[in-house]
């Protein structure tokens, strides 16, 4: 995955000291390996008219009192590659108490977090280019926790969308510790991408809730 870098224990726990607060966690599934993604991807054609094949891996996130996330588009603005994200759905799985919105400064709107609510939104513009008017950011939960699925949605299939990268042997992880990270730390949000490590959905599990 771009900006993923992979850190050693110790530096891990040392971002996890410095950061933990303004975290938000991610791991993700992929097409096939449960029930429940080839329903969503089924649901989502049947409403919205994006094609089951051209999106990517079902992320979720995890984020916790006090983690928000920058302010991004989901494209690359001025990238040649065509492998870019067009649009994105974004389902939030539970209610959050204060907080956690999602923002589109551009556009002046915002979303609530509501459980079972699904947005979708155009990453790109008419002529296929990444639209900067689309940006958005998490607003920091205040109150509560938040968790969230996305799927993005390509033009077309390529070779790995939507395949599960090997696990990689190194470094190793000791229980509740991530070990692939990270976006950059940057405007007071910072995240983990991990797809090999399920602690935050045991918790999800934890609080009763469920993905369907
Ligand atoms: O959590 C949100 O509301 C938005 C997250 C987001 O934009 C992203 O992960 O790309
Ligand atoms: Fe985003």
Redesign the pocket.
Known sequence: MTGTTCVNASFSRQLKAWFHQNW?Y?TAFYPGENRFSAVFAHRVQQAMGLIESNGGKF?I?A?HEGA??KT?T?CIVDSQDQRDRVA?V?V?LQDVQEG????FPELGIW?K?KKGRALLWNNMNENGKCEPMSI????KVVTGH?Y?L?RWYYYKSFYSLGKRPPEPELPVREPGQSRVSCDEYDHGSC?WYDEWNYDHLIEYQRQKLTLV
């Open positions: 938000s991610s992320q996130t984020y928000g996330y991004h989901d994105t974004l939030y956690g919105k999602t923002e979303v977090p958005h950011n998490a607003s938040k969230i996305q995240r």
